[in-house]
Structure formats: C-alpha cells, structure tokens
C-alpha cells in the first residue's frame, strides 16, 4: 500500500537471534502486482478466483512521479485496488496507463514467478470448474508433496498462479506443517550448498530431528 504516511517512530528492536523461534513476520499483508485493466482484473479475481473487492482508490497527487514516489509505480493517480484472499492477507493491483510498460518475464531475477493461494477441497473443485467453464488452460491437479495438491493457470494479465490444496485436512490445511522436513533430508540438501560446518549447524537448529 502506499498511501500511507511513514511512521515517525520505529518499532521496538530486538537485536537477539530469533532463528529458531516463531517467524517475526506474521504472514503477508498485501501482495501488489500490475495490470493494464483493472476492470477485467477485478471481475477475474472476485467471479473467477473468489476473492472480494474490499477498496477501490486512486493514489493522491504527487506521489507518482512527484518526491512522495518511494517506489510505487512512477504514474500519477493510478488506480489501486485490493481484494480480500482471505486469512486476513490482501491481493492488490495497481492499473498500469495502457501500453506504458511490456509484459514482464516471470523467470527474471527479482520477477514473481508465480502466487500460490491456499484452498480448501471443495473450493479447490469448485475452481476448477469455474475456470473449465471459462475454457482456461489448467495444469494438474499435480501431488506436488505428499497430500499437497496444486493446479497451474494463468490470470488475464498472464500471471502464473496456483491454487494448492491438503485434501485430507479438509478446511483447516496445515501449510507450513505440510513442508515439513526432517534435519537429516535439509542437512543432505544444505551440504550441497556449503561446506562450512558452522553454518550448516546454524541454519539446521529449526529442523525436528
Ligand atoms: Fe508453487
């Protein structure tokens, strides 16, 4: 979001390690990407993907090509909408003046290869059908982990998305559980990364044995 005035204040630091502890980040509060028509993006996301409108604004004077700019796309009043994803997480779209920027490759450095929304089995079904209906094109289902399942497809704009899905786990999936991975396999991987046994033994203290 980029309205909002900079905090004057910093928020308390703790200088310890927090590595093997809860993350410090409590997940994402809004993911920005770019379209070109944010009329068509909007009637995907909420009739298609089943998300929900919850702000529509444009962004004020001055903060496009103007000093307030701290990185936001450089147009003026450009439209800004977000749309609930639920599990109190936003979607958000900027509409980019048409022809103004190319379509972006999804494989470059520092590009969004593609988002990943968490669905239930139903609504995992239910998507399916809803983007059969359209006549998109879907990959999978895919078991990409065990009893983890996604699907592949592409928004309006060309965005990679996934819809993934613990079938077993019915409405309440366990996301990060359902990676989990013991010491030992992270170990195998990690050592193909660096010999340096500090490190290993560092960035393997979060893992179960
Ligand atoms: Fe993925």
């Not at 996301?175 to 010999?195: I, K, P, Y």
Request: charged letters at 25%; hydrophobic letters at 35%; proline letters at 6%.
């Amino acid at each position: 979001m980029v309205i909002a005035t900079a905090a004057k204040t910093s928020p308390r630091m703790n200088p310890t390690s927090a590595a093997t502890s809860a993350p410090r980040t409590r997940g994402i509060h809004h993911l920005a990407l770019n379209t070109d028509d944010i009329k068509m993006t909007t009637d995907y996301y909420v009739d298609v993907v089943g998300m929900k409108l919850v702000h529509a604004m444009k962004i004020p004077s001055g903060l496009g090509t103007g000093e307030g700019n701290r990185g936001n796309p450089p147009f003026e009043n450009l439209r800004h909408y977000f749309f609930d994803m639920g599990q109190d997480s936003l979607l958000a779209f900027f509409e980019m003046p048409k022809g103004a920027k190319e379509k972006g490759d999804r494989d470059a450095l520092a590009g969004m290869q593609h988002v990943a929304f968490s669905v239930t089995p139903e609504e995992f079904a239910s998507l399916q059908e809803r983007l059969k209906a359209r006549g998109d094109e879907i990959i999978g289902p895919v078991e990409i982990l065990p009893d983890l399942y996604s699907i592949y497809f592409f928004d309006p704009n060309g965005i990679r998305l996934e819809a993934c899905c613990h079938p077993k786990e019915g409405a309440h999936p366990n996301v990060v559980g359902g990676v989990a991975q013991s010491r030992a396999d992270a170990r195998a991987e990690l050592q193909t990364l660096t010999g340096d046994t500090g490190w290993l033994e560092k960035r393997l203290s979060g893992f179960e044995d």
